[in-house]
């Protein structure tokens, strides 16, 4: 269990940029035969909107806001193990930032959660090019698409690659999510059909289990 010291204790390494002990903490946590979702959304999906929040408040800089970044992707590698022994089940989903989207972390954390759900997860990372998404979606068939947006000024972006993937795939299930999308999130997708606006992993998972 994450208790309110561990995360505390946790979050102040994170933001000194001191990965051996935040790696000790993970471990321990793992040691504990924690779940992947609460570590993955009680430790470092928490840790990383608050983050946020001190950069938009201008209380950390955008150097400390990558650090804290890093740390956390580096982190990942510690649960991997865990997450690519689940036997997989024959489905593949494609998951990737939105063109000008940098913030590649809560889309990986996504894209593990399909292989822990025995999907193959293909995770595209940050600012991914609208003509190669399509491609990729050509080479993999994917039976889902998942895109994040953590940036609320990317809207145009998502609406003009949701609008572009429904002309070339009318039939292909996409889901949207990410910090971009808190207050909009269900106004956008509400304007497309085959479109999902998914605001926790929990919730991913629910909608995964019943593909």
């Given at each position: 269990?994450?208790?309110?010291?561990?995360?505390?204790?946790?979050?102040?390494?994170?933001?000194?940029?001191?990965?051996?002990?935040?790696?000790?903490?993970?471990?321990?946590?793992?040691?504990?035969?924690?779940?992947?979702?609460e570590l993955y959304t009680?430790?470092?999906?928490?840790?990383?909107?608050?983050?946020?929040?001190?950069?938009?408040?201008?209380?950390?800089?955008?150097?400390?806001?990558?650090?804290?970044?890093?740390?956390?992707?580096?982190?990942?590698?510690?649960?991997?193990?865990?997450?690519?022994?689940?036997?997989?089940?024959?489905?593949?989903?494609?998951?990737?930032?939105?063109?000008?989207?940098?913030?590649?972390?809560?889309?990986?954390?996504?894209?593990d959660i399909f292989e822990?759900?025995?999907?193959?997860?293909?995770?595209?990372?940050?600012?991914?090019?609208?003509?190669?998404?399509?491609?990729?979606?050509?080479?993999?068939?994917?039976?889902?698409?998942?895109?994040?947006?953590?940036?609320?000024?990317?809207?145009?972006?998502?609406?003009?690659?949701?609008?572009?993937?429904?002309?070339?795939?009318?039939?292909?299930?996409?889901?949207?999510?990410?910090?971009?999308?808190?207050?909009?999130?269900?106004?956008?997708?509400?304007?497309?059909?085959?479109?999902?606006?998914?605001?926790?992993?929990?919730?991913?998972?629910?909608?995964?289990?019943?593909?």
């Open positions: 269990m994450i208790t309110e010291k561990i995360y505390t204790l946790y979050l102040s390494h994170l933001i000194s940029g001191n990965k051996k002990e935040c790696t000790a903490i993970t471990k321990d946590l793992l040691n504990q035969n924690i779940s992947i979702y009680n430790l470092f999906q928490q840790a990383m909107y608050q983050i946020g929040k001190l950069w938009e408040e201008n209380k950390i800089s955008v150097a400390t806001e990558h650090m804290a970044t890093s740390i956390i992707e580096n982190l990942l590698n510690l649960v991997y193990p865990q997450i690519f022994s689940a036997a997989h089940i024959g489905k593949s989903a494609i998951v990737s930032c939105v063109p000008n989207e940098l913030h590649q972390l809560g889309a990986k954390m996504v894209a822990l759900n025995g999907w193959d997860g293909f995770f595209l990372g940050a600012n991914t090019p609208s003509n190669d998404l399509l491609q990729m979606i050509d080479e993999k068939k994917p039976d889902l698409l998942a895109l994040s947006m953590s940036i609320e000024s990317n809207q145009p972006a998502l609406k003009e690659t949701i609008q572009m993937l429904q002309a070339s795939y009318p039939v292909l299930q996409i889901i949207v999510g990410g910090q971009g999308l808190l207050t909009y999130g269900t106004y956008i997708v509400s304007n497309y059909s085959n479109v999902s606006y998914i605001d926790s992993l929990a919730r991913l998972e629910q909608l995964i289990r019943n593909i």
